[in-house]
C-alpha cells in the first residue's frame, strides 16, 4: 500500500504562487506515474498535471499550462506542483494520485489511479 500526503495548501491573491508536495510512504513511488487532481465544490474531479515515472513527459490540462509544472524527486518519493500566476478558478481541493500500475503511458483518468491522497485546499482570492 501507498499512503500519499499532500502539503502546501492555502489562501493566497490572485496572481500569486503556491508549491504543493506530495509525500508517499509505504512504498516507493519512483516507477509510477504520478497525478495532480483538482475537484471544486459541484464539479467532477479534474486532471491538472501528470509526470512519468522518470519525469520525462508531463501532461497539463490547458486551463494551466504556462502557469503550472509538475515535477518529483524519486529519491525523497515526493512530486511537486508549482503554481504561479494563480487565478480564482483555480480554487479547488487539490488531490495527489499513484497510479500503480507501472503503466508506461501517463494517464488522465482519475479511475486509473490507484491511491489518492487526503487533499488540500487551495484558496485564490480576486
Known amino acids: 500500500q501507498v499512503q500519499l500526503v499532500e502539503s502546501g495548501g492555502g489562501l493566497v491573491q490572485a496572481g500569486g504562487s503556491l508549491r504543493l508536495s506530495c509525500t508517499a510512504s509505504?512504498?516507493?513511488?519512483?516507477?509510477?506515474?504520478m497525478g495532480w487532481f483538482r475537484q471544486a465544490p459541484g464539479k467532477e474531479r479534474d486532471i491538472v498535471a501528470a509526470?512519468?515515472?522518470?519525469?520525462?513527459?508531463?501532461y497539463y490540462a490547458d486551463s494551466v499550462k504556462g502557469r503550472f509544472t509538475i515535477s518529483r524527486d524519486n529519491a525523497k518519493n515526493t512530486v511537486y506542483l508549482r503554481m504561479n500566476s494563480l487565478k480564482p478558478e483555480d480554487t479547488a481541493v487539490y488531490y495527489c494520485?499513484?497510479?500503480?500500475?507501472?503503466?508506461?503511458?501517463?494517464?488522465?483518468?482519475?479511475?486509473?489511479?490507484?491511491?489518492w491522497g487526503q487533499g488540500t485546499q487551495v484558496t485564490v482570492s480576486s
Open positions: 494520485a499513484a497510479d500503480g500500475s507501472h503503466r508506461v503511458v501517463i494517464t488522465t483518468t482519475p479511475r486509473d489511479y490507484h491511491y
Open positions: 509526470i512519468s515515472w522518470n519525469g520525462g513527459n508531463t
Open positions: 509505504g512504498r516507493t513511488i519512483s516507477s509510477y506515474v
